[in-house]
C-alpha cells in the first residue's frame, strides 16, 4: 500500500544533541501526525498538524507541516535518554479515514 | 490526551483456540476503530477498519473469517483471531478516530503468543 517516504531510518547521537527527520510523499495530504513507539507499546501521539505552514511545538519538540503539503518534519532539541525510541510520522488524505505511515525512524542516544 | 486501551496485554495460547482482543475510546465516542498488525522492526500494518454498526472493511490479503472484528458500541471494538495458528503470533494494536479532531489515537497494544 501506499507509504510515506520517511528518513533517516535511524539516527545514532549523543545526548544534548538536536534532532531532526522527515517526511515526504508525492500525495497531499491535509492531517499529519507524528508518533513515538517505545519497544511492546502502541504508538502515542506526540503533534498533529492541520495546516499547511503550521509549526507546532510540544516541549522540546516542533513539527512543521510543509506549504506544499507533501511533506512534514521533525525536530527534537537537546534530546534525552527517554528520547529513545521509533518516530513514525502518518498522514491522512482529504476524505480519508486510513492513515498512511513512514517507515520509522529508530532514534538511539549514547549517553 | 485521549486514552484508548486494549485488553489483554498480552495472551498466550494452544494452536487451533480463538482469541478475543478488545479495544476502548475512554475518552471520546470513536465512530471509527481500526486494527493493525506489527512484525518486529517494521511499520504498522492495517488490518482492517471498523465502523460502530456496520461490517468491517478489511485490507487486502486479510482474512475476515479468520480475524472477526465488531464494532457494537461507539467506544468498544473487539478482534477475534479464530483457530489461531502460531504464524498469527504478533503484536495487535488498535486506535480509535476522533472525529472532532480528525485524529487517531492509539492503544497499548496485545502480544499474542501461539505455541
Known amino acids: 500500500g501506499q507509504q510515506l517516504n520517511q528518513s533517516p531510518q535511524s539516527m545514532f547521537i549523543q545526548e544534548g544533541e538536536d534532532v531532526s527527520m522527515n517526511c515526504t510523499s508525492s500525495s497531499i495530504f491535509n492531517t499529519w501526525l507524528w508518533y513515538k513507539q517505545d519497544p511492546g507499546e502502541g504508538p502515542v501521539l506526540l503533534i498533529a498538524?492541520?495546516?499547511?505552514?503550521e509549526l507546532t511545538s510540544n516541549g522540546r519538540l516542533t513539527a512543521q507541516f510543509g506549504i506544499t503539503r507533501k511533506d512534514s518534519f521533525l525536530n527534537i532539541s537537546a534530546s534525552i535518554p527517554s528520547d529513545v525510541g521509533i518516530y513514525f510520522c502518518?498522514?491522512?488524505?482529504?476524505?480519508?479515514?486510513?492513515?498512511?505511515f513512514g517507515q520509522g525512524t529508530r532514534l538511539t542516544i549514547n549517553p | 490526551g485521549a486514552v484508548v486501551s486494549q485488553h489483554p496485554s498480552w495472551v498466550i495460547c494452544k494452536s487451533g483456540t480463538s482469541v478475543k482482543i478488545e479495544c476502548r475510546s475512554l475518552?471520546?465516542?470513536?465512530?471509527?476503530m481500526f486494527w493493525y498488525r506489527q512484525f518486529p522492526k517494521q511499520s504498522l500494518m492495517l488490518m482492517a477498519t471498523?465502523?460502530?454498526?456496520?461490517?468491517?472493511?478489511?485490507e487486502q490479503g486479510v482474512e475476515k473469517d479468520k480475524f472477526l472484528i465488531n464494532h457494537a458500541s461507539l467506544t468498544l471494538s473487539t478482534l477475534t483471531v479464530t483457530s489461531a495458528h502460531p504464524e498469527d503470533s504478533s503484536f495487535y494494536i488498535c486506535?480509535?478516530?476522533?472525529?472532532?479532531?480528525?485524529?487517531?489515537?492509539f492503544g497499548p497494544g496485545t502480544r499474542l503468543t501461539v505455541l
Open positions: 471498523s465502523n460502530e454498526g456496520s461490517k468491517a472493511t478489511y
Open positions: 502518518a498522514g491522512l488524505i482529504q476524505g480519508a479515514q486510513k492513515l498512511v
Open positions: 498538524l492541520y495546516k499547511a505552514g
Open positions: 475518552d471520546f465516542q470513536a465512530t471509527t
Open positions: 486506535s480509535a478516530r476522533d472525529p472532532g479532531i480528525d485524529t487517531q489515537y
